[in-house]
């Protein structure tokens, strides 16, 4: 059972480093420094995630706003990358 818990965090963490840093980007990184700051990025917002989501675990109005807010976080920094882009 502790194998599969550590697999999703590793899982989700990998997943929210990499939209995390999507608008960052660094060519100059090796292949294992890109996926060790993927990684770290992303069990700091798992971390953010799971205690905000106890603070919110006795209203489900809470943890509404707190999911349509960080899909507005993601959506946000996805958006304000194609903006760049297309403005070079």
Known sequence: MSLLAVALLT????????LALSCMPAPEL????????QLTA????????????ALTAGS???AAILVATLVLILKGGRLGRRTRSHSE
Not at 11 to 18: I, K, M, R, Y
Not at 42 to 53: E, F, I
Request: hydrophobic share 45%; glycine share 12%.
């Open 42 to 53: 992303g069990l700091g917002l798992s971390a953010l995630v799971l205690s905000l989501a």
């Open 60 to 62: 489900p109005m809470h």
């Open 30 to 37: 090796r292949t294992y420094e890109r996926v060790a700051l």
């Open 11 to 18: 899982g989700s963490s990998w997943t929210l480093g990499t």
